[in-house]
């Protein structure tokens, strides 16, 4: 079981470039289920001539239901990310595959982004998904809302609801951008309470990337006592300067 999970593992959730564009990159991925390395929640990150394009989100449920449904998910956005001109265009295009390929009763949070040419600025779609963590320079700690929130992707057709509108921030050399499921933001201590991850995000001003995400893995844990309720994935965005300032690799 473990073999035949981590060659799926390599085909569904293939390893994320290191760098791309501006941009240093490393992603944390721990599944809920006993000896499995995937589960429902996804991520990408795609090097396009419109810019750096990044997607993580949640699938409606659990096990190889999920599984198949993270699939559908992550095929639409490799060839839709390349295609569409702007991000509102490739949401829209992810939501009409989802809505057509899944059953009425499958859905999808996410949380796209965009870092395109233009210094300076990263674009965001957020489809019912907990937004993402921006860790200044200056070690400020900053969670953006959309203006206006949407549904889940793949239930628009059904219900209709407001359409995302792109969001943008300040993303400049020295800054963090943290994309993450809630399996992060909603794990429990033994009082019940969240993981307190603004509070905690100094710990990715660790220089290598991917060791910060080590340390706010097993700080959840810690939280958590080791219980692991729902799938979880971190995936860190660093401009490049950060990081060669610090003398990560």
Request: charge should be negative; hydrophobic fraction near 40%; aromatic fraction near 6%.
């Amino acid at each position: 079981m473990r073999s035949i999970a981590e060659v799926a593992q390599r085909v569904l959730l293939r390893p994320v470039p290191r760098t791309a564009g501006p941009l240093r990159i490393a992603v944390s991925y721990t599944s809920a289920v006993a000896d499995a390395r995937i589960g429902g929640d996804l991520y990408e990150v795609v090097a396009t001539p419109h810019g750096v394009r990044v997607i993580v989100g949640d699938v409606q449920g659990k096990g190889l239901a999920a599984v198949e449904s993270a699939a559908v998910v992550l095929g639409a956005f490799r060839e839709a990310a390349h295609d569409e001109p702007d991000l509102l265009a490739l949401g829209a295009r992810l939501d009409r595959s989802i809505s057509r390929d899944l059953n009425s009763e499958k859905f999808v949070t996410a949380v796209l982004a965009e870092v395109g040419p233009e210094e300076g600025r990263a674009v965001f779609l957020n489809y019912g998904h907990p937004p993402p963590l921006i860790l200044h320079r200056d070690g400020g700690v900053h969670f953006p809302q959309p203006p206006s929130y949407a549904l889940p992707l793949g239930l628009s057709g059904m219900h209709g609801g407001n359409n995302p509108q792109p969001f943008s921030v300040g993303f400049t050399p020295g800054e963090q951008i943290l994309l993450y499921t809630d399996g992060i933001s909603e794990a429990r201590d033994a009082d019940g309470s969240f993981y307190p991850l603004g509070d905690r995000a100094a710990l990715l001003r660790t220089a290598d990337a991917q060791n910060a995400l080590d340390l706010l893995r097993e700080d959840v844990a810690q939280h958590s006592d080791g219980l692991q309720h729902d799938d979880a994935a971190l995936l860190l965005l660093r401009y490049h300067a950060h990081t060669e300032a610090a003398g990560s690799p």
